[in-house]
């Protein structure tokens, strides 16, 4: 990732954008500027990256460049102009300026900006305003103060690429590595301790303590996702040989994902009636077509849709009515302390209904106590995972 661009104001996002425009504005109502504006030197010429007022009328519109040499901005830098001048008839160094009489500029105010690491970048100016130089020293106060706060933007934004290379370059590292080491925990039916499947979830040994939800997230942030859900399952997938003949896999994996080339091509001939794919989305989903359409073609390869944390939010019950799982997991928040807990029994109860309709089987994650399984089989609920049975760990042969 190249941090050495050009413009150091390409770093800003769209809110720190708008945060120096705000800045840019309020140096302008500040002083009574007819307009303001904020320069940045690049190469041999000063460029006009924003402004505040009528700036085409005045000659100063958004990337208009001119010759450094012919610019307050470069005297301002180099000290040959003073940072304030209220009345440019009685200057005679602004005066020689050119651009003085090009722009029609009666008074001038800038003050430099700097870039993260302390190199000047361009000046924080306002042109023409009626101002008393008595206020002098308290005008350029609030100037400097201003153009402080751009560059503190800069350094936040900077710090930001920075942050974001180092978790890349961790997420990066691990797919080189041959991707997450993958743990396995059993579902099974509490009734007669029938193994009936097995979730992969994947575990991190880098020298951090990030846990695996933050390592997919992050991924994410990182445009690097998809490759390690992909590199997830890749490597879950060798444990269905060391699974019972009857026993499926569950896997993870998102939208993106499911909907990737990728992903159909890594399950396909690897005994894939005996997959089965947890969608793990838990973001409200705006167009369904595309998932649906993905889950079409991962059905037609013969795999088994589940979806994940079912009643831990409104996303995952949209999840259901769209795509029509074969398996719904009940999430851990929804289990957890459910026999001693009336509300969640009926939920729970109400949820079973809708599956004994349309014949989808339940399996209640995060089980914990066998009061908690009792319970969850008196509203018919007939499958289980959790620290009840097993912890993730490796597959036993």
């Given at each position: 990732?190249d941090?050495?661009?050009?413009?150091?104001?390409?770093l800003?996002d769209?809110?720190?954008?708008?945060?120096?425009n705000?800045?840019?504005?309020?140096?302008?109502?500040?002083?009574?500027?007819?307009?303001?504006?904020?320069?940045?030197?690049?190469?041999?010429?000063?460029?006009?990256?924003?402004?505040?007022?009528?700036?085409?009328?005045?000659?100063?519109?958004?990337?208009?460049?001119?010759v450094?040499?012919?610019?307050?901005?470069?005297?301002?830098?180099?000290?040959?102009?003073?940072?304030?001048?209220?009345?440019?008839?009685?200057?005679?160094?602004?005066?020689?300026i050119?651009?003085?009489?090009?722009?029609?500029?009666?008074?001038?105010?800038?003050?430099?900006?700097?870039?993260?690491?302390?190199?000047?970048?361009?000046?924080?100016?306002?042109?023409?305003?009626?101002?008393?130089?008595?206020?002098?020293?308290?005008?350029?106060?609030?100037?400097?103060?201003?153009?402080?706060?751009?560059?503190?933007?800069?350094?936040?934004?900077?710090?930001?690429?920075?942050?974001?290379?180092?978790?890349?370059?961790?997420?990066?590292?691990?797919?080189?590595?041959?991707?997450?080491?993958?743990?396995?925990?059993?579902?099974?039916?509490?009734?007669?301790?029938?193994?009936?499947?097995?979730?992969?979830?994947?575990?991190?040994?880098?020298?951090?303590?990030?846990?695996?939800?933050?390592?997919?997230r992050?991924?994410?942030?990182?445009?690097?996702?998809?490759?390690?859900?992909?590199?997830?399952?890749?490597?879950?997938?060798?444990a269905?040989?060391?699974?019972?003949?009857?026993?499926?896999?569950?896997?993870?994996?998102?939208?993106?994902?499911?909907?990737?080339?990728?992903?159909?091509?890594?399950?396909?001939?690897?005994?894939?009636?005996?997959?089965?794919?947890?969608?793990?989305?838990?973001?409200?989903?705006?167009?369904?077509?595309?998932?649906?359409?993905?889950?079409?073609?991962?059905?037609?390869?013969?795999?088994?849709?589940?979806i994940?944390?079912?009643?831990?939010?409104?996303?995952?019950?949209?999840?259901?009515?769209?795509?029509?799982?074969?398996?719904?997991?009940?999430?851990m928040?929804?289990?957890?302390?459910?026999?001693?807990?009336?509300?969640?029994?009926?939920?729970?109860?109400?949820?079973?209904?809708?599956?004994?309709?349309?014949?989808?089987?339940?399996?209640?994650?995060?089980?914990?106590?066998?009061?908690?399984?009792?319970?969850?089989?008196?509203?018919?609920?007939?499958?289980?995972?959790?620290?009840?049975?097993?912890?993730p760990?490796?597959?036993?042969?």
């Amino acid at each position: 990732m190249d941090l050495t661009g050009p413009s150091p104001l390409a770093l800003l996002d769209e809110a720190g954008t708008a945060f120096v425009n705000r800045i840019v504005a309020a140096a302008r109502g500040y002083l009574g500027a007819y307009v303001s504006f904020l320069t940045e030197v690049v190469g041999n010429e000063k460029v006009i990256r924003y402004v505040d007022g009528p700036a085409d009328a005045f000659g100063l519109p958004v990337g208009a460049r001119f010759v450094l040499e012919d610019s307050y901005c470069h005297r301002v830098l180099q000290g040959t102009i003073p940072e304030a001048i209220y009345d440019v008839r009685h200057d005679a160094r602004a005066l020689a300026i050119p651009l003085t009489q090009v722009l029609g500029i009666e008074a001038y105010m800038g003050v430099q900006v700097s870039a993260p690491g302390g190199r000047a970048l361009g000046t924080l100016c306002c042109v023409n305003f009626d101002g008393d130089p008595s206020r002098r020293e308290r005008d350029l106060g609030f100037m400097h103060f201003l153009a402080g706060l751009v560059g503190a933007q800069l350094e936040d934004a900077l710090h930001g690429i920075e942050r974001r290379r180092e978790r890349h370059d961790a997420v990066q590292a691990v797919l080189d590595a041959g991707g997450p080491r993958m743990v396995f925990q059993p579902i099974v039916s509490p009734a007669t301790a029938e193994l009936v499947g097995a979730e992969a979830l994947a575990r991190f040994d880098a020298p951090t303590h990030r846990g695996p939800d933050v390592w997919f997230r992050e991924a994410w942030d990182v445009g690097l996702g998809v490759e390690l859900e992909l590199a997830a399952v890749r490597n879950a997938l060798p444990a269905l040989a060391q699974l019972p003949p009857h026993a499926f896999l569950s896997i993870n994996a998102s939208p993106c994902t499911i909907a990737d080339p990728r992903f159909i091509d890594a399950i396909v001939g690897v005994a894939s009636e005996r997959i089965v794919v947890e969608i793990t989305e838990h973001a409200v989903v705006e167009d369904y077509a595309p998932l649906v359409d993905a889950v079409a073609r991962v059905r037609r390869a013969g795999v088994r849709i589940a979806i994940d944390d079912v009643g831990a939010g409104y996303a995952s019950l949209r999840h259901v009515l769209w795509v029509a799982p074969d398996i719904v997991k009940l999430d851990m928040s929804l289990t957890r302390g459910i026999d001693v807990d009336p509300v969640k029994q009926a939920l729970a109860s109400g949820l079973m209904a809708f599956a004994a309709r349309t014949q989808f089987m339940v399996v209640a994650e995060g089980v914990e106590t066998a009061a908690e399984a009792d319970a969850l089989r008196e509203v018919g609920v007939r499958f289980g995972q959790g620290y009840l049975f097993a912890r993730p760990g490796p597959l036993l042969h």
